[in-house]
């Protein structure tokens, strides 16, 4: 009989973990192809300066985007309680304030070489296709968060009470020392004995 230690259950790697690097290989692979293709139609001097031209455009959008951020932010910050002026009207959104962080995903798509960065970077600076992006990305959240909370939002700040403020989960049962049983559970979840008698 040999003793030894019990295998190890690798747990299994997600599909997008595995995908992931193939994707990015293919993705640079391409890249250079069409950086020598358009090399090998124009010059090695025009690719260069679509390169240039595209770092500069994209830090020049990402500078934009950040100071309207960053003004969305102090506007914000304004109206608070406690602020001088807070009791004022809110002032409407400035147009276009939505999508700041597609436009700053497309600024950081120019300033990255290649040319299907910069395609990409450049629709993501027209606004239909950031507003469309914008609520797909919404209704995903909105559906992973339905789908990850079964019960809804009052079953996860009934989860969340079961955490300690270090991250501890405390699992146990309540005993009296009394010997009365606990309350039947109602219906609601709520298992706790009466304050009062």
Sequence with gaps: MTTGTPPTHR???????????????AWLVLEIWLLTLV???????????????GAVLGALVIKRAGRRAFRNLTETLQQMPGQPGAGAAPAPPASGSKGN???MLGGLLLMI???ISDVAGLLLLLPPVRSLLGRYAERSLERRMRDSVPGGFSDAFQQARMHRPDGKVVQGEVIREDG???RPDDG????RPPLGR
Excluded: E, I, Q
Excluded at 11 to 25: E, Y
Excluded at 39 to 53: E, H, I, K, P
């Design 11 to 25: 747990p299994r790697r997600s599909r997008a973990r595995t995908l992931l690097p193939l994707c990015l290989a």
């Design 39 to 53: 090399a090998g139609a124009a010059n090695g001097f025009t690719v260069l300066l679509l390169l240039v031209a």
């Design 101 to 103: 962080g597609f436009l």
């Design 113 to 115: 070489p290649g040319m």
């Design 180 to 182: 009365a049983p606990a």
């Design 188 to 191: 609601t979840g709520d298992r």
